[in-house]
T-cell receptor, first 113, second 113 residues
Framework: DTEVTQTPKHLVMGMTNKKSLKCEQH?????MYWYKQKAKKPPELMFVYSYEKLSINESVPSRFSPECPNSSLLNLHLHALQPEDSALYLC????????????FGPGTRLTVT | QKEVEQNSGPLSVPEGAIASLNCTYSDRGSQSFFWYRQYSGKSPELIMSIYSNGDKEDGRFTAQLNKASQYVSLLIRDSQPSDSATYLCAVNRLRAQGGKLIFGQGTELSVKP
């Protein structure tokens, strides 16, 4: 089973809203990732959690706040976003931070109005 | 020079032909190489991983790696219209905090019936 689930599938939010994206995996993976993908571009890494600790932050603006409550769950809290933050947000997981066979969830399509 | 380079395409092949997708990378220390398939509006799906020089076959897919030339390729035999997608080459970059994938821009493949 290589399933990563993400909720919601679609999200529309205003620039003053606070919302959260959720990602879940039950494969026993210990590394989880958030990516942002714009149309016709490759995924762009935002954050990496390894063994529930934030190991990589790719200089992402503070309006994006990740959280890893346990080894199966990953959240991305959103606040005061800009229209240019509209994108597909992808969660991925891998067995460990050294094993980079990453399995992606279906993504959340975010539109900021 | 981009870290991972792919021809953006589109690459158009007739049904039943061999599709050849190419990727070059700049970091000689890279050790893990991946091919992802992404259908329009969907998330990337891992289809091949390769770690040592030579060929690796999985069904209709063959990945080829030449570390001396810093080149990795994906061959798709007996191409089907359902193979029409964007193919992303990804290469690892190891960091003290853990590895990350560097994606190429992707090659769009169109298989014509």
């Amino acid at each position: 089973d290589t399933e990563v689930t993400q909720t919601p599938k679609h999200l529309v939010m205003g620039m003053t809203n606070k919302k959260s994206l959720k990602c879940e995996q039950h494969m026993g993976h210990r590394a989880m990732y958030w990516y942002k993908q714009k149309a016709k571009k490759p995924p762009e890494l935002m954050f990496v959690y390894s063994y529930e600790k934030l190991s990589i932050n790719e200089s992402v603006p503070s309006r994006f706040s990740p959280e890893c409550p346990n080894s199966s769950l990953l959240n991305l809290h959103l606040h005061a976003l800009q229209p240019e933050d509209s994108a597909l947000y992808l969660c991925a997981s891998s067995l460990s931070g050294q094993d980079l066979r990453q399995y992606f969830g279906p993504g959340t399509r975010l539109t900021v109005t | 020079q981009k870290e991972v380079e792919q021809n953006s395409g589109p690459l158009s092949v007739p049904e039943g032909a061999i599709a050849s997708l190419n990727c070059t990378y700049s970091d000689r220390g890279s050790q893990s190489f991946f091919w992802y398939r992404q259908y329009s509006g969907k998330s990337p799906e891992l289809i091949m991983s390769i770690y040592s020089n030579g060929d690796k076959e999985d069904g209709r897919f063959t990945a080829q790696l030449n570390k001396a030339s810093q080149y990795v390729s994906l061959l798709i035999r007996d191409s089907q219209p359902s193979d029409s997608a964007t193919y992303l080459c990804a290469v690892n970059r190891l960091r003290a905090q853990g590895g990350k994938l560097i994606f190429g821009q992707g090659t769009e493949l169109s298989v014509k019936p």
